[in-house]
């Protein structure tokens, strides 16, 4: 087993002068940031599996360097990632230069072998070096920063997932999404519907969707007035994920009903 010392957790919130490209399930199969396109979106390491493979291409007309590095990935409740430096995995190679038009593989891999209960979650991220090309003096080039996220899964994937409902205060309540299995969701679409009686609809809400990691809770603000959530009943959270469509109804109690 590879010890290391402890992580310091940043959160991500913008980089000046950057581009944080957060990979989602839109791309199934390739994405394109200006002068970069990578295939695939997402690594998986499926247990017994201690490597994987993406591939950059160089889109644009003139070259371009790239460093890569790893970091371990969480998300806050709020959906805020948090980033740490890693060792758990190694990338070749960790400097790349493009030719125009030109594609190299990268190669994620483990540095042993490592059997895991709960998936884990790391990005490599790929950040343009400045001087990659040339300007005029009047221009501005923003440099890319893109991250792709790798998911070390246990022999056995259960996803899973539970609602709940609490904190209210003089605007509304905090609608919980609970990851209950033992890999990540990713969350195409989700609405939440709030019920009265006979199946009255009291409101009707989109939220934010992405990826939901193992072992996590993502935390929704649900504003409604205390009049209206005085006739709910319950309230029916709708998602859409790869597998399709999920709905489960959660009662509300009756503390929500108070500030």
Same mark, same amino acid.
């Given at each position: 087993?590879?010890? !290391?010392?402890? #992580?310091?957790?940043? +959160? @991500?919130?913008?980089?000046?002068?950057?581009?944080?490209?957060?990979?989602?399930?839109?791309?199934?199969?390739?994405?394109?940031a200006g002068a970069l396109s990578i295939s695939p979106v997402r690594i998986t390491l499926a247990a017994g599996t201690t490597?994987?493979?993406?591939?950059?291409?160089?889109?644009? +007309?003139?070259?371009?360097r790239l460093q890569l590095s790893l970091h371990a990935w969480l998300e806050s409740p709020d959906g805020t990632m948090q980033?740490?430096?890693?060792?758990?995995?190694?990338?070749?190679?960790?400097?790349?230069?493009?030719?125009?038009?030109?594609? #190299?593989?990268?190669? *994620?891999?483990?540095?042993?072998?490592?059997?895991?209960? *709960?998936?884990?979650?790391?990005?490599?991220?790929?950040?343009?070096? +400045?001087?990659?090309?040339?300007?005029?003096?009047?221009?501005? #080039?923003?440099? =890319?920063?893109?991250?792709?996220?790798?998911?070390?899964? +246990?022999r056995e994937p259960k996803p899973g997932w539970a609602p709940a409902v609490s904190h209210p205060d003089d605007k509304g309540? !905090?609608?919980?999404?609970?990851?209950?299995?033992?890999?990540?969701? @990713?969350?195409?679409?989700?609405?939440?519907?709030?019920?009265?009686?006979?199946?009255?609809?009291?409101?009707?809400?989109?939220?934010?969707?992405?990826?939901?990691? =193992?072992?996590?809770? #993502?935390? !929704?603000?649900?504003?409604?007035?205390?009049?209206?959530?005085?006739?709910?009943?319950?309230?029916?959270?709708?998602?859409?994920?790869?597998?399709?469509?999920?709905?489960?109804?959660?009662?509300?109690?009756?503390?929500?009903?108070?500030?």
């Amino acid at each position: 087993m590879i010890q !290391h010392g402890p #992580r310091t957790w940043l +959160p @991500i919130v913008g980089l000046i002068l950057s581009i944080a490209l957060l990979i989602s399930a839109a791309f199934p199969s390739g994405v394109q940031a200006g002068a970069l396109s990578i295939s695939p979106v997402r690594i998986t390491l499926a247990a017994g599996t201690t490597s994987g493979l993406m591939t950059v291409r160089n889109e644009s +007309p003139d070259p371009v360097r790239l460093q890569l590095s790893l970091h371990a990935w969480l998300e806050s409740p709020d959906g805020t990632m948090q980033l740490a430096p890693t060792e758990d995995l190694v990338v070749f190679p960790g400097l790349l230069q493009l030719k125009p038009n030109e594609s #190299r593989k990268v190669r *994620i891999g483990l540095p042993t072998q490592q059997n895991v209960t *709960i998936e884990k979650t790391y990005r490599v991220f790929l950040e343009e070096l +400045p001087g990659s090309s040339k300007l005029d003096h009047n221009q501005v #080039r923003v440099l =890319a920063r893109i991250g792709v996220p790798i998911f070390l899964q +246990p022999r056995e994937p259960k996803p899973g997932w539970a609602p709940a409902v609490s904190h209210p205060d003089d605007k509304g309540f !905090h609608l919980q999404l609970k990851n209950t299995g033992n890999v990540h969701l @990713i969350l195409q679409e989700v609405t939440v519907r709030g019920i009265g009686l006979k199946d009255q609809t009291i409101f009707d809400q989109t939220l934010k969707g992405g990826y939901l990691l =193992a072992d996590s809770v #993502r935390t !929704h603000v649900i504003n409604v007035p205390l009049a209206d959530r005085a006739k709910l009943t319950a309230c029916r959270v709708h998602l859409v994920t790869p597998d399709g469509p999920h709905d489960e109804t959660v009662a509300c109690p009756p503390g929500l009903l108070k500030q």
